[in-house]
């Protein structure tokens, strides 16, 4: 493992916080477009997407306004300092890149193979790769050195890991596909909490309440620490939506869910806990692809 050459590693630390400590709550703004009807005109969410190609930016029109290339992406962060942060898997290798709105890279790791599947820039300024072609999480501090590395138990090379997150007492959160199992490790890589899925998992997030979101095949699950299932949606529950696959997604204030349907007939939507579906995207999966991950881009606060 290497990190990537010639990039400036001298940025200020505070500036790769993301615009928020908790991950996967967007930061509420009169500026998001209001839920639409089902099937009714609706605004798009500006948002950054990771598709199977390139990380693409969208504006409330639906407009791709900025793209730049990634080869297989599923997961993409914005940042506070206007960079975009991605994994990527080109040409035999793969890794993480921190991009600026100029198109340049100011920061990234690299690895020999594939894949990386997810990232997240930590609190301290460190980076979370999901190195699943290693069946590992690492921990990449700024200088590109590995600090930490947690090894998962499954060994797919590319489904070991999908979705992994920092959590707010410093455990990490993996998504083990190809097992498939949720698990939360300390840095030191013990397992201190692990749930069985009944689907290939995809996505997590771990909530106020202390409960669990996962993402994937079938559909989206709530978990409790005691590892019961206290609330689920299934693909026939949104059936108008064309699922094919339930990825990526994020949490908003008012505990709606926006998904990524990858693959899907609506690429992104919205429910609420009733199970209703109150806002579809304008886009098509003829334009997106089949994205996995994506980020929201408030039109006024700074992030997510």
């Known amino acids: 493992m290497r990190p990537m050459k010639k990039l400036p590693f001298t940025m200020i630390r505070r500036n790769w916080l993301l615009a928020a400590t908790c991950v996967g709550i967007a930061t509420p703004s009169a500026a998001q477009p209001e839920s639409g009807k089902p099937g009714g005109p609706s605004p798009m969410r500006p948002m950054l997407i990771a598709t199977e190609t390139q990380v693409i930016k969208v504006d409330r029109d639906g407009r791709i306004v900025w793209r730049t290339p990634s080869g297989v992406c599923r997961d993409v962060w914005g940042l506070v300092n206007g960079n975009v942060l991605f994994p990527f898997n080109q040409k035999g290798e793969c890794g993480v890149r921190e991009v600026a709105p100029s198109g340049k890279t100011v920061w990234g790791y690299r690895i020999p193979g594939q894949y990386v599947i997810s990232c997240q820039r930590m609190k301290n300024g460190n980076t979370l790769v999901g190195a699943s072609g290693q069946g590992a999480v690492l921990v990449v501090n700024p200088e590109g050195e590995v600090v930490h590395t947690i090894k998962v138990r499954a060994k797919h090379r590319k489904h070991s ?30 397992l201190v909490w692990e749930v069985k899925t009944p689907f290939p998992p995809f996505g997590t997030a771990r909530l106020g309440n202390g409960n669990t979101l996962i993402s994937g ?18 693909k026939a529950e949104v059936k108008e939506m064309g699922p094919r696959w339930f990825a990526g997604f ?36 003829e334009q997106v692809g089949p994205a996995h991950g994506f980020f929201l881009l408030p039109e006024v606060a700074t992030g997510e």
């Open 217 to 234: 095949r079938d559909g989206i699950i709530e978990v409790t620490p005691g590892k019961q299932i206290v609330w689920r949606l299934t």
């Open 250 to 285: 994020r949490t908003l204030p008012n505990g709606n869910i926006v998904i990524c349907n990858a693959g899907g007939k609506v690429p992104f939507f919205e429910v609420n806990r009733q199970k209703q579906v109150v806002w579809q995207s304008k886009l098509t999966k």
């Open 161 to 190: 890991t999908t979705i992994v997150r920092e959590l707010d007492n410093g455990h990490v959160l993996v998504v083990e596909e190809s097992s498939r199992f949720v698990a939360e490790y300390t840095l030191a890589g013990k």
